[in-house]
């Protein structure tokens, strides 16, 4: 049976270039999209960016641009950057397209239809920085500005005509949803949060706006551009092409397997979304995950705070796969992550260059020097040998439950204790004092070949790109990779020729 998996990123809104909260969002959900692919699974990873509503409008004013203008040059640096993380995404998507309009006009006509929308006018405060209604316990008077309580972003007041959908309707639905659903919030200290908003009741939804123009009109009354919200979110479907529900994109991949989003946009996901779709009588996804900020010293790090490291800088600086390792290792994922470049460097010489890239070049120079890059023919396992092949075996349905649930940090774990594992035993072991006995050394060298061949495959979904490098060892390429391999003890075939491989890493000079 085809077994199918569907992530994807928050699409991105691209009023200015992006940073590294935007990176690391991609970063682990390529991770995850990846690791599905060399399960056997059939992926879809979806990323893109959001480009209606007033803070758009607003950025492109401020350059004296058409929106649509600017949305593309910004858009384009977003896609850009999905290049230069290596995201194996299988599709971008823009708001602006039409495919998308499409889907969103039929969503909306579908809750017009069912009655779960209705004209008012709305009165209240709007964060555009947010692009989100707020109400007055939700928003504080610091530095005689108005601001939320939750984000810290101004807030203006508005008063305009506005359709509303019937939220307050689903407050009991969705807290039955949630009930039936145990797993679709994670983490669970997030499912709480949500669950107490919910329960202190739901007002009605303003989704549309008449002050400006840039958007998607209302079908049935074009004064009114529809609410960015309901039309961002709408991004997962249209990637399938809804409103066609008997697309083989969308039987295949609906409901999403997991919508990675950053906690600060939590409740759009995870109260305003399926309640969109319950009311449309559209499948809910069946996971939003919410992960944590990377912190710069102790703050979130963000444009108006002005405390950015630049992804493309780092990148440039110290590698792609670095930073791609230090970010999936080093924030403890769903909590908020503090990173520095000094951090950065210790882990490439430690975990990279060290625990891994050296292991790689000595094992595979003592082969080349005693065994002419051969895999040996006669071995024999001792109970110590097996022992360090078989924590693989015996792990291996743990490190998939924990993919599944998002615990990233047992699967890096794992990796890091087999590195080290893997450096002890080949240390151990001493084959340089084993040269009389060829049996031993022929054992210690298959073991210890194997275990990289392990790692370098556990290592693929976090740096695709030097576990690559690594399994040229084994002639193991991109398409042949596949994660049920690494519980098999005795993989490498007798006499099969490895391959010799440059330096995976470069240690970092430090002056201290
Ligand atoms: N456009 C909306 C999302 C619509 S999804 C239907 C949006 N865009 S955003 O560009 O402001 O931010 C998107 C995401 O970037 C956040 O949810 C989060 O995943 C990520 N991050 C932005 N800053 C971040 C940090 N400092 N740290 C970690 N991730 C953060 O919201």
Known sequence: ?????????PIYY???????????SSIVADFFARFKRIQGYNVLFLTGTDEHGQKIQRAAEKKGMEPKAFCDEISKTFFDLSKTLNLSNDDFIRTTELRHKKSVENLWNILEKKNEIYLSKYSGWYSVSDEAFYSEEEIETKDNKKISKLS???????EEES?????????KPLLKFYNDNPDFILPESR????????KGGLKDLSVSRKSFSWGIKVPSNKDHVIYVWLDALTNY?????????????????????VH???KDILRFHAVYWPAFLLAADIDAPKRVYGHGWILSGEEKMSKSKGNILDPIEIVDTY?????RYYLIKEVSFGNDGNISKEKLENCINSDLANNYGNLCQRVISFIEKNLELKIPENYSFTKEDKEVLKIYEDSFNKLIDSIDNQNINFYVNFIQDQLFAANKYFNDQEPWKKKEDLIRLNTILYVSIELIRKISIMLYPIIPDSSLKALKIFNISEDKIDFNSIKVHENLKKNDKLNKISILFKKIEKND
């Open 1 to 9: 049976m085809s077994k199918f998996f569907y992530i994807t990123t």
């Open 14 to 24: 691209p009023s200015a270039k992006p940073h590294m909260g935007h990176a690391y």
């Open 152 to 158: 810290g972003s101004p807030v203006e007041w508005v």
């Open 163 to 171: 359709f509303f959908f019937k939220l307050s309707k689903w407050q």
């Open 191 to 198: 499912k709480n949060e949500v669950i107490s908003f919910v």
């Open 237 to 257: 479907i249209s990637a399938l092409n809804y409103p066609n529900t008997n697309d083989k994109l969308y039987k295949s991949y609906w409901p999403a397997t």
């Open 260 to 262: 990675l989003i950053g």
């Open 319 to 323: 590698g792609l796969d670095p930073l």
